[in-house]
C-alpha cells in the first residue's frame, strides 16, 4: 500500500515546498492540486468541461502561478461539479508506490482521509504574502488582500471547504526557515512511518 502525505493549508503558507522537499526526501511522488485547479481556471470557458478535458499541456502552460490565475482558480474551485471531475486523477495519483505527496485544500479532508501523515501549514498573513510579494515581484499590500479574498472564498465555500482534518498536525512557519520547515515536516513523517 503507498505512504500518502497529506498537506493543506492557506494560499503560500509553505505547502508545496514542503511537500516538494518531503517527496525528494523520501523518493515520493508530487502532486501540486493547486496547478489542477489553476489549469482549469486558465482555460476559460465552462469550467466543469474544462476540468473533465485537462491535458498535461493545460497544465504545462507558463503563466498558471501568476496572482490572477491563483483567484481564477480560487473562483472556479467552488464549483462541486469542477472538484468533483479532479477527484479520480488525484486519488489514483496518491495510490502510487511507494508513496506520495499531495499539497492543496482537501486532500487530509476529501481526497485521502486516510492519509499516513496530514500536515496543515500556516503562516501569518502578513508573512505569506511577503513571501508571495517577493516570488512574483509583486506589492505586499496587494498581495494581503489578494491573499485574504483567496482565503476567505477557499474556507466559506460549501465543497470541500479550506480546513484542517481533525487527525492534522498544525505546522505553522511564520518564524521557520525553509529548512527548519522542513526539518520539522521530515521529522514528523518519519514518527508515523
Ligand atoms: N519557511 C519559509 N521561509 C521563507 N520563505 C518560504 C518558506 N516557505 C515557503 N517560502 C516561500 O514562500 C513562497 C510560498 O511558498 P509555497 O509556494 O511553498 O506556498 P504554497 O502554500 O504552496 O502556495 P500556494 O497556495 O499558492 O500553492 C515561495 O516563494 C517559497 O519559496
Ligand atoms: N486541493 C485544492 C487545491 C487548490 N484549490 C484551489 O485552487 C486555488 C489555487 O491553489 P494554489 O495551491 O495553487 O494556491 C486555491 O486558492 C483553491 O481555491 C482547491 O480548491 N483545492
Known sequence: MAFIIAIDGPAASGKGTIARALAGHFGFHHLDTGMLYRATGAKGGDP????????????????????????????????PEVRAAL???????????????????????????????????????????????????????????QLRERDLRDSQRAAAPLRPADDAVVLDTSALSIEDAVARAIALVERAR
Not at 55 to 75: C, F, K, V, W
Not at 109 to 131: F, M
Request: charged share 25%; with cysteine; proline share 4%.
Open 48 to 79: 466543469v468541461a474544462a476540468a473533465r478535458g485537462l491535458t498535461p499541456a493545460d497544465l504545462a502552460r507558463d503563466d498558471l502561478r501568476s496572482a490572477e490565475a491563483g483567484q481564477a482558480a480560487s473562483r472556479i474551485a467552488a464549483i
Open 87 to 145: 477527484v479520480d486523477f488525484q486519488r489514483r495519483f496518491a495510490e502510487q508506490a511507494p508513496g506520495a505527496v499531495l499539497d492543496g485544500r482537501d486532500i487530509g479532508t476529501v481526497i485521502c482521509p486516510g492519509a499516513a501523515v496530514k500536515l496543515y501549514v500556516v503562516a501569518s498573513d502578513e508573512v505569506r504574502a511577503a513571501r508571495r510579494a517577493a516570488e512574483l515581484g509583486a506589492d505586499p499590500d496587494e498581495m494581503l488582500a
